[in-house]
């Protein structure tokens, strides 16, 4: 097993590398005449109003958290479904279970009416 | 002389579809030739020069798609795509390549340099790492990772964080609410892409994209339909391709998330969006649709594709045929918005992949132990009953959206009359 991630660390070395490999020569090839309105922020053509970091919807927030809920439920059924072959069946009824409860918070989320995107 | 440079001019142009295709073949030739030992090196040499076949057989795609997306954009739009630059306008992706490469890179004035820099990397190097664990036949892969599946969803969220840091880096507003919107839509349809990977590896009981394919003797679309419909629309939404291109369509916000991007760094975003495509739909042909092997011809004839020579054409091939699918889909639909796009996740599409994991899982452990044909042709039942009561759930559901509508506009027609000139 550590074997194999030798060679997923190679890979991302080489992805990094062949990245890094193209914006170098971009680099050495590209014109560099930096100008003061070339380098402006973009607003649609105009002076730009206002601070950039503009202020953070709330709602992008929420589905984040839902997000990570579920997503920590899948990471819970993984190995449930890489050992499937040898569960009985009330384990997987069990981990029915545990989908139904999840389940049942998707349903308290919806009907509360967190996913309206106001 | 001229002449004779003239003639051997026209005859690199005549030749340039043999040029293109064969260097992709070359690329893939030689990654067999390192993996599949047929020429002897020592072990590191081999990993190292296999990692470097492999990230650059991530960035092939680019050169071949951008050219078929257009041209295809083009045949159903019923005029040519891309003809001028080479036959048949083979080297027009190229030609782009060249075009983005010697063009100025503006850095705006007071954007974060460093992540501005590294956003680009990340993401190109996110979408090439994919393509150690995607197997071209049984033994041409980079490495036959035992949770390959996990590294492949780990690759997609690092997609997310490169979008992000993209949009805050750029000192531009606009930017930054299309890196919200376009992490928002990544991060929601990761759910329903997870959830649908989970029925494959319940039947086949591995990770590996390897065992996937092995473990298929009936190809699983068969079972598992609900299954390959989610992770065929999370993919089309997780790639930002069409319908799901809200942050990227240049009438709604700009350009996005990389507004302020130009030159090789924007080619690098583009790079990587045609890399995840096609490790998009290699995924799904590996785990839908046989992968390098034929599995329904191979209930008659008594032969491991997987092994031959032939495996690489089967799976580019059927990949092929996915991503011919993309690109229609992309030419035929209309854009959804973002709140559409959300609430088709959490309401109808996390809520199916639920229902189909837990119909799958129990049917699966009840029949486990009877034949092949009974199990694949309960679960396409059960998958087809699924697909149907979704199917009336979204009519109720736009019945309703209708009858609402349709009330709050009645109640307009009381409106006063305008009054006449005299």
């Not at chain 2, 650059?56 to 795509?81: C, M, Q, T, Y």
Request: glycine share 6%.
């Amino acid at each position: 097993m550590p074997n194999e991630f030798g060679f997923i660390g190679l890979i991302l070395a080489m992805s990094v590398f062949f990245s890094l490999v193209a914006l170098v020569a971009a680099w050495i090839f590209r014109p560099k005449k930096p100008g003061r309105i070339k380098a402006s922020t973009y607003e649609c053509g105009m002076e730009t109003v206002g601070t950039s970091w503009v202020q953070f919807k709330v709602q992008y927030y929420i589905y984040a958290l839902i997000f990570v809920i579920f997503d920590v439920e899948v990471v819970f059924l993984f190995p449930v479904a890489v050992a499937f072959n040898q569960l009985a069946l009330y384990m997987v009824l069990e981990m029915v279970l545990f989908i139904i409860i999840l389940a049942g918070a998707l349903l308290y989320v919806w009907r509360k009416g967190v996913l309206e995107w106001v | 002389m001229r002449k004779f440079l003239t003639l051997i001019g026209g005859l690199i142009y005549r030749l340039l579809p043999l040029i293109v295709f064969g260097a992709i073949a070359v690329v893939f030739l030689i990654f067999a030739v390192i993996r599949l030992e047929w020429i002897e090196l020592p072990s590191v040499l081999r990993d190292v020069l296999a990692a470097f076949f492999a990230a650059l057989i991530g960035a092939l795609p680019v050169v071949l798609f951008s050219w078929a997306e257009r041209k295809v954009l083009g045949r159903v739009h019923n005029r040519i795509g891309p003809n001028e630059s080479g036959p048949f306008g083979i080297i027009q992706a190229m030609a782009d390549g060249i075009k983005m490469f010697t063009k100025e890179d503006v850095t705006p004035d007071g954007a974060d340099r460093v992540m501005f820099n590294v956003a680009p990397i990340l993401m190109g190097s996110a979408a090439f790492a994919v393509y150690g664990v995607l197997p071209f036949a049984h033994a041409m892969i980079g490495v036959d990772l035992s949770v390959a599946l996990l590294y492949l969803l780990a690759m997609g969220s690092v997609t997310s964080v490169a979008v992000l840091m993209a949009g805050w880096s750029s000192n531009n507003k606009y930017a930054l609410l299309g890196a919200f919107r376009s992490v928002s839509q990544l991060i929601s349809y990761e759910i329903p892409l997870a959830l649908a990977l989970l029925t494959p590896i319940m039947l086949a009981g591995t990770m590996s994209t390897v065992g996937l394919v092995e473990a298929q003797e009936v190809p699983y679309f068969l079972p598992l339909l609900v299954s390959l419909f989610l992770f065929y629309v999370s993919s089309l939404a997780e790639t930002s391709r069409a319908p799901f291109d809200i942050l990227e369509a240049d009438s709604e916000i700009v350009a996005g998330f990389f507004t302020e991007y130009s030159g090789m760094k924007f080619a690098l975003f583009f790079l990587a969006e045609y890399a995840h495509m096609f490790a998009a739909s290699m995924m799904t042909v590996i785990l839908f649709f046989g992968g390098y092997r034929l599995p329904l011809l191979e209930l008659i004839v008594n032969v491991n594709f997987g092994e031959t020579f032939l495996a690489p054409f089967i799976i580019i091939s059927k990949s092929l045929v996915v991503v011919f699918l993309f690109l229609w889909i992309r030419s035929t639909l209309p854009r959804i918005r973002l709140d559409q796009l959300l609430a088709l996740n959490w309401k109808f599409l996390v809520p199916l992949s639920l229902v189909n994991v837990i119909v799958v899982a129990i049917l699966a452990k009840l029949l486990e132990d009877s034949s092949l044909g009974l199990r694949t042709i309960v679960l396409l039942a059960a998958n087809l009953l699924m697909l149907a009561g979704a199917g009336f759930a979204l009519a109720a559901a736009g019945r309703r959206a209708r009858e609402r509508d349709e009330i709050s506009l009645t109640a307009v027609t009381d409106a006063p009359q305008l009054t006449s000139i005299h």
